[in-house]
């Protein structure tokens, strides 16, 4: 029988890039799709014609009850108050997240199908019925660097993150391009010299004449090494989630140690990492090249040349792309257990919706 889907903040930034790509597939032609909003509720559909004509209120549960499956892109603080009042009134359906909230959760599975399909399996034959997006960019680490830790060859890891102002949120990303603008616009390029141009600009980056409303600092000409909430040891929430998500995502019997530092660059929707791998054993360089490049369908190695780094190892290359292009890698002077490696990837995509959008196909099958 078609499965009644709810589908919650559809409106947001992870929400519409979920229904484009499920649009793109088809997905939603093979369920029975209702569209549920907290603002636009009872209104007519005009949005998505595979979905049913009005839509649902995301706040009402005995509307969302009678749903199979609810994804749910709105947010965590709409997940921790919707979730339990469902289960409070019995609900048993499946409910795929894009939020965090409930991804450390021991009845919840981290989602990533390409790195642990077998994990997912397991957990839906065992009756877990929440199944969590990942964080971006330890998601996107594990599809870049997914043939490592198949083969065991991952001891340890640091990354270093470039992370783009999407990840914060649509407004986020819409106050990067208005710094810029602000900043730029009041530049003439014609008459100003490089370092008149340069003090300009670090005068409009320690002003108040522009808005930094979301990021609480500059971003635009500037960085950010900080994301998310502190923890206790020091790392940031955002640093913490490397090690705690990917052990979680493979299921690792003796936890992988991850550790490093994310920042905020002025990036719109791309991540970036770069890694420091110490290796279980040493491993010849060509055979490393092949088992990162062999083992997803979207994982591409960019040999370490200036030319190839420049066209496929960048954000403009991999931007609206399910591609996750790894490169620069080279043995290090610590030695040969000791590997440098690259990534993007676009954190909207493999960072969000996707996973979201493939798990729900997974339940269908
Ligand atoms: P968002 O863009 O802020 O959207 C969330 C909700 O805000 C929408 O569903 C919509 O709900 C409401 N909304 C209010 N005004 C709106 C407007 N003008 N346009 C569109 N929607 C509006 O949130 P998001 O960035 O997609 O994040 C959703 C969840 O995914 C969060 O839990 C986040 O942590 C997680 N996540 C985000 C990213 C990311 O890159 N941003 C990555 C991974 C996970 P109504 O229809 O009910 O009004």
Redesign the pocket.
Known sequence: MTKNVAI?????????VLMQRMQEEGDLQKVNATL?????KGQKNDFYPECTDTIGD?NNIEELKAMDIIIT????DY?KEIYPKLKAANWNGYWI?????FRMDEDATIILDPLNMDVIKTDIANGIKKFI?G??TVSLMLMGLGGLFKEGLVENLVSHTYQAA??????AMMELLKQSNDITSKIDFDAMEALNAEKFVSHMLNSNEINTEKFLAPLSYSLIPWIDSPMENGQTREEWKAMAEANKILRTKNPIAIDGTCVRVPNLRCHSQAFTIRLTKSVELKTIEEIIGSHNDWVEFVPNNKEETLKKLTPAYVSGTHRVPVGRVRKTNFGPLYLNAFSVGD??LW??AEPLRRMLMILLD
């Open positions: 919650v903040g559809w409106r947001g930034m992870v929400g519409s549920f909003s907290t603002s636009q995301s892109c709105q947010g965590g997940s997240d894009a939020a965090s909230s997006g964080n971006c999407s990840g914060a949120g649509a407004a954190q909207l960072g969000a």
